[in-house]
């Protein structure tokens, strides 16, 4: 059974263009969550998504935004991208509720310059 | 590949023995805790985990203890190889969705 996975695994952008990062769920898998992993802030939920909709949003600006589609595939935007966003990107799938065991995919580095 | 975490506390150890990682949550009202293991330049690895109506889980070489009287989680890791070596976060999750808070990470060194 394949993983989660991302694309694309590296990237670079300047600051105040937009990027946007794609996630494909575990087979089966319906809730798909992003996370952001910084050095100083460590990691740091942006949001879930559940069946088409966002079910919880993190403490990021609305820069940060992401979608779903009806084959639980998700995306993740960020736009007029700033120095800070430098970080790695991860997409966690599971089957939807508290005890079901999540897991990530290998993330995206994105690096801002 | 790359890392992150670069300034967390290290754990380290002689390969062989045992190892403990130890690990406070916040929230009282979290009822599902799991650990994570991450090599450099990958994602969170699964490892075990527990719900809050257990204070003892064992998997392969790993054992989860949970102390909810003073909100405490711990991650024994028998018999430490090489390939322990990582950073470990413990995570918290409460309620009818998939949100994790994460710990601040521990990075464990196996010395040969």
């Known amino acids: 059974k394949a993983g989660v996975t991302q694309t694309p695994r590296y990237l670079i952008k300047t600051r105040g263009q937009q990027v946007t990062l794609s996630c494909s769920p575990i087979?089966?898998?319906?809730?798909v969550s992003w996370y952001q992993q910084t050095p100083g802030q460590g990691l740091q939920f942006l949001f879930e998504?559940?069946?088409?909709?966002?079910?919880n949003k993190g403490n990021f600006p609305g820069r940060f935004s992401g979608r779903q589609f009806s084959n639980s595939r998700s995306e993740m935007n960020v736009s007029t991208l700033e120095l800070g966003d430098s970080a790695l990107y991860l997409c966690a799938s599971s089957l939807r509720g508290s005890g079901n065991t999540i897991y990530f995919g290998e993330g995206s580095w994105l690096t801002v310059v | 590949g790359e890392s992150v975490g670069l300034h967390l506390p290290t754990l380290s150890v002689q390969e062989g023995d045992n190892s403990i990682i130890n690990c406070a949550y916040s929230n009282s009202a979290s009822d599902y805790f799991i650990w994570y293991k991450q090599e450099s330049g990958k994602g969170p690895q699964f490892i075990i985990d527990i719900r809050s109506n257990m204070d003892k889980r064992q998997g392969q070489r790993v054992t989860v203890l949970l102390n909810k009287t003073v909100k405490h989680l711990s991650l024994q890791i028998a018999a430490t190889q090489p390939g322990d070596s990582a950073v470990y976060f413990c995570?918290?999750?409460?309620?009818?969705?998939?949100?994790?808070?994460f710990g601040k990470g521990i990075t464990l060194s196996v010395r040969p």
């Open positions: 998504y559940f069946s088409e909709t966002q079910r």
């Open positions: 995570a918290e999750n409460s309620g009818a969705n998939s949100k994790l808070t």
């Open positions: 087979s089966g898998h319906r809730s």
